[in-house]
Each structure stands twice: as C-alpha cells, then as structure tokens.
C-alpha cells in the first residue's frame, strides 16, 4: 500500500529518540576517530543498502583522509528456527577488496543475522582489514553473537524509523531517529 496521507505518516512518528544534532555531533566525533585509525592506509567505506545511504553519506563527509565507497545489498532467508542463516548477496562490490582497509558503514544491529554473515562472506576475500561501524545498536534482539566494533547510538528494544531506516519502506526520509507506533 502507498502512503500519500500526511496526517497517517505524521502519527505513526511516535517520539523523537535521537536529534538531529545528537547525530551530527556523534557523526563528527566518528569521522574523527576514522582519520586516526585509517591515516596512510587505502579506506574504503561500504555501505550496505538501503537502510545505511544517509549514514553513509554524512560519515564520508566527516571523514578528511583519501577514502573511497562501495555499495552492497544483501537479503536474508530465515525461518525463524535456525538461529544462523542465509544471506544472499543481491548487489555486490565492484572493487576486489584484497586491496583495502574495509569498513563496513551499517544503519542497525538488530538480531545480528546479516551482518554477521555478511562479515563471514566478506572475510573470506582476503580485506587487509575489516570492521563494523554501526549507526544503532540494539543488543536486546541479538539473537547470533554479533559485536560492532564501534557503535554510535545503543537504542532498546523499539523498532525506530529516520536518517535511512524505514518502515515499509517510508520514513527514511526523517532527519532524526524516532520509535515508530501505528497508534
Ligand atoms: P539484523 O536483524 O541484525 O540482521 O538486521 C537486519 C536489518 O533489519 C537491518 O539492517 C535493518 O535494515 C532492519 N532493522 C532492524 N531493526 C530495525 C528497526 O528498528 N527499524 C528499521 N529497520 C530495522
Ligand atoms: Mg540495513
């Protein structure tokens, strides 16, 4: 179904949980702990579709040493009882990553599933390193053992929607994180 009411779209925004300014101020502090720890080596920031493009976008822009981006899209099979999954690379890579210090640029660590599988595929070709940088973290949901290496936000157990997470697809234009409710 298409949202086109604006008075349903506002009242499904519950609360504000992290500003706009909250976000920016972590996004810089971030962008500087990048220029330390990547200075002198080949960066690339790899963002994986959709819910990570505005993340992305400001992270890059808070970054001053030489990187460069890449763009990944995966979908994730379970069926609710394993507690591993699959993960099906829907959009790959174009650079050969054997050639780079990689750092994966996530919206969200919610059950782990995907990430955790995703690191495994993106392991095995050989990245002269490779981490995690999560916007969110929700560690409640963990359900596979998953640790970003760094984290700007730890949220509860809420879905939350904005600054690129959506709910069926809406709200990721929102410049703020906010709890989604449908009442
Ligand atoms: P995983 O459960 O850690 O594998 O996360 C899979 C994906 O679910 C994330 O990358 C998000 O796209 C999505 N997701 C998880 N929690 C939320 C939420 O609270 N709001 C919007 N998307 C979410
Ligand atoms: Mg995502």
Same mark, same amino acid.
């Given at each position: 179904?298409?949202?086109?009411?604006?008075?349903?779209?506002?009242?499904?925004?519950?609360?504000?949980?992290?500003?706009?300014?909250? /976000?920016?101020?972590?996004?810089? !502090?971030?962008? @500087?702990?990048?220029?330390?720890?990547?200075? +002198?080596?080949?960066? $690339?920031?790899?963002?994986?579709?959709? +819910?990570?493009?505005?993340?992305? !976008?400001?992270?890059?822009?808070?970054?001053?040493?030489?990187?460069?981006?890449?763009?990944?899209?995966?979908?994730?099979?379970?069926?609710?009882?394993?507690?591993?999954?699959?993960?099906?690379?829907?959009?790959?890579? !174009?650079?050969?990553?054997?050639?780079?210090?990689?750092? /994966?640029?996530?919206?969200?660590?919610?059950? +782990?599933?995907?990430?955790?599988?995703?690191?495994?595929? $993106?392991?095995?070709?050989?990245?002269?390193?490779?981490?995690?940088?999560?916007?969110?973290?929700?560690?409640?949901?963990?359900?596979?053992?998953?640790?970003?290496?760094?984290? $700007?936000?730890?949220?509860?157990?809420?879905?939350?929607?904005?600054? +690129?997470?959506?709910?069926? @697809?809406?709200?990721?234009? $929102?410049?703020? /994180? !906010?709890?989604?409710? @449908?009442?």
């Amino acid at each position: 179904m298409k949202m086109t009411d604006e008075k349903q779209f506002q009242s499904r925004i519950s609360r504000v949980l992290i500003t706009e300014q909250q /976000i920016a101020e972590a996004v810089r !502090a971030a962008g @500087e702990r990048i220029d330390r720890e990547y200075k +002198g080596k080949p960066l $690339l920031l790899v963002s994986v579709l959709k +819910g990570s493009y505005i993340f992305l !976008a400001d992270i890059s822009r808070a970054v001053s040493i030489p990187c460069e981006v890449g763009f990944m899209a995966a979908k994730s099979y379970f069926d609710g009882t394993e507690s591993s999954g699959n993960v099906q690379i829907t959009l790959d890579l !174009a650079q050969d990553i054997s050639e780079y210090h990689v750092l /994966i640029i996530e919206d969200i660590v919610d059950t +782990g599933r995907t990430l955790s599988e995703l690191v495994k595929m $993106l392991k095995a070709r050989e990245p002269l390193s490779l981490k995690v940088l999560t916007l969110l973290d929700k560690p409640d949901r963990r359900v596979v053992e998953f640790k970003p290496d760094d984290a $700007l936000f730890t949220i509860p157990d809420h879905f939350v929607i904005g600054y +690129g997470l959506d709910c069926g @697809e809406y709200y990721r234009n $929102l410049p703020y /994180i !906010a709890e989604y409710s @449908e009442d």
